[in-house]
């Protein structure tokens, strides 16, 4: 499957839509020195990450991307999958379910398929967003991220 997405006029759109596939992000590769940012960013230098011969050593046989570094990859997909013509403001509302059910090895390439499972109005003329989104590694069987998203589009 290559790059789809959906492109809609207005966030109000959302509502007839429920149920649907939205489509497939590009491949991103999550590198080494992405690996090595975040815990930066982060304060997080556990070993597993960014110790790349003590992680050949280790459980997984090759330094991993964190968790929370592999979540955070969600929005920039997300975002290449629902395109707005016309949007005022996006506003990140908050996570249901989050899993992370395989690792990302340090170099792989990762995607997010999502559809949208709920869509309600919201005070303010806006719309809140409920998307589960699924993000793969290439060529593994396993979802390494499995997250319910909760976004609020307005149009103003």
Request: aromatic fraction near 8%; proline fraction near 6%.
């Amino acid at each position: 499957m290559t790059h789809s997405s959906t492109t809609i006029s207005h966030p109000k759109d959302l509502l007839t839509m429920v149920g649907d596939d939205l489509g497939t992000s590009p491949w991103v590769e999550v590198g080494q020195d992405r690996i090595n940012l975040f815990a930066d960013a982060t304060g997080d230098h556990q070993w597993i990450h960014v110790d790349v011969e003590r992680a050949k050593q280790g459980p997984f046989g090759e330094p991993i991307a964190h968790g929370y570094l592999t979540l955070s990859l969600l929005i920039p997909l997300w975002s290449q999958i629902l395109v707005f013509e016309e949007l005022g403001m996006a506003v990140n509302y908050g996570l249901n379910k989050v899993r992370f059910p395989a690792p990302v090895p340090a170099g792989s390439r990762v995607r997010v398929t999502a559809s949208l499972a709920g869509a309600e109005e919201v005070a303010g003329g806006g719309v809140q967003a409920t998307i589960d989104a699924v993000m793969e590694l290439e060529g593994a069987p396993k979802p390494v991220c499995i997250a319910q998203m909760v976004h609020r589009y307005y149009k103003d």
